[in-house]
């Protein structure tokens, strides 16, 4: 089977996808609007990439999205060369778009959740947008029953969903730190540091924490980078907590599971989040997991089961759910437990991208 991916070369959504496919067989194609930022594809030999003949695209209007159509000759090229059997692009206005100019059929759209769930709402024109895309694929797809729901809001289309998951042979517990004081407890994060994701009331849930077990030592890392980082500094030295807030900074996906297993409680204070891939792999590292009740959190984290539910934008709420967890340390132990246990029953990577491909060639015999 020879398949087109039109995809974020730089993303690791990308990466993974072009990696679980490329061992089961197929023949890639994979175009970007950005030039690769590191030597990844080099390692597969059934894979060939392309990208724009640009710098890396910054969008400054709600218009910039049409300056991607000076790239569809170059795209027709390669499609004309290529002739795959099917084109699926990733991300529904940008690459949708795109795609839709090929009039390849079978071609599927997978959406991945800021076009569905905001660029609507910011314009008309996004808005008009994202309705033609859609209906120009012939199958569409998404990582959460959630977004897939935000989905039909704009098309009758059936959306099947196919998670994001895991690598459970590196995403798992490990050794602790055996530097680590036996009475110490570590609360974390590992987000890109935006205002989308709450790190501010991370850290303000995380006073009251101290606060209330003052016989306690705690730490608290932050791992990522971003533009909120300066304001997310002063916050900690203005609550008194510089030395206990450590921020961790930018870390490649292969370290990822280390950070976790640094952790005995995983938060995620999300105020918006499609799909939920941190919490994911927080459970897959047996991490009880405190996280916000927005968007798809609540599929991948099981409210009293494998974590706890909180109120978004709410640090009193978000406080005492973590204090549970610190109060009872066989319930963070069982969260855990049960926590890969589900990770391994519904977003085992391996089972998931087994789910993609039986559906390509579904579509194919179809």
């Known amino acids: 089977m020879r398949l087109l991916l039109l995809s974020d070369l730089n993303s690791i959504h990308t990466k993974k ?7 089961r067989g197929y023949e890639m194609s994979v175009f970007g609007l950005s030039k690769p930022t590191d030597n990844y594809y080099d390692q597969f030999d059934n894979v060939e ?3 724009a003949d640009h710098t890396r695209f910054r969008e400054r209007s709600r218009f910039s999205k049409l300056s991607y159509l000076k790239h569809i000759k170059q795209l027709k090229r390669l499609y004309k060369g290529f002739k795959p059997d099917i084109v699926h692009a990733h991300y529904a206005t940008s690459y949708g778009l795109l795609g839709s100019f090929l009039r390849h059929k079978p071609f599927l759209i997978s959406v991945w959740g800021t076009e569905i769930f905001d660029s609507p709402k910011a314009s008309i024109l996004s808005k008009i947008l994202l309705k033609r895309n859609l209906s120009k694929a012939t199958h569409l797809f998404s990582t959460s029953e959630i977004m897939a729901k935000e989905t039909n809001l704009y098309t009758l289309k059936k959306v099947e969903v ?14 602790v730190n055996s530097e680590k004081p036996s009475n110490k407890i570590v609360i974390g994060i590992i987000k890109t540091l935006e205002k989308n994701y709450g790190i501010n009331d991370l850290i303000d849930a995380f006073k009251i924490i101290v606060e209330r077990f003052p016989n306690q030592k705690f730490e608290l890392h932050i791992v ?4 909120e980082e300066d304001a997310l500094r002063k916050q900690a030295n203005d609550l008194g907590l510089g030395k206990n807030v450590l921020f961790k900074g930018f870390i490649n996906h292969d370290l990822v599971p280390t950070a976790f297993n640094e952790m005995d409680i995983v938060v995620v204070a999300s105020l918006a989040e499609s799909f939920g891939v941190s919490a994911v792999e927080a459970s897959a590292c047996q991490k009880p997991v405190v ?15 494998t974590g706890l539910l909180c109120e978004p934008n709410n640090p009193v709420d978000m406080a005492a759910k ?12 069982s969260f855990g437990i049960a926590g890969r246990d589900f990770v391994f029953e519904k977003y085992d990577w391996e089972k998931n991208v087994d789910q993609m491909c039986d559906h390509y060639k579904n579509i194919l015999r179809g």
């Open 17 to 23: 996808w072009v990696s679980g496919l490329s061992v």
């Open 322 to 333: 973590i204090a549970i967890l610190i109060e009872d340390q066989e319930k963070r132990k």
């Open 49 to 51: 990439i392309s990208f």
């Open 224 to 227: 990522g980078e971003g533009r």
């Open 162 to 175: 196919v998670p994001f998951g895991v690598d459970l042979t590196r995403f798992k517990s490990g050794s």
């Open 291 to 305: 996280a916000t009740s927005v968007g798809g959190l609540p599929e991948v984290v099981l409210d009293q089961k």
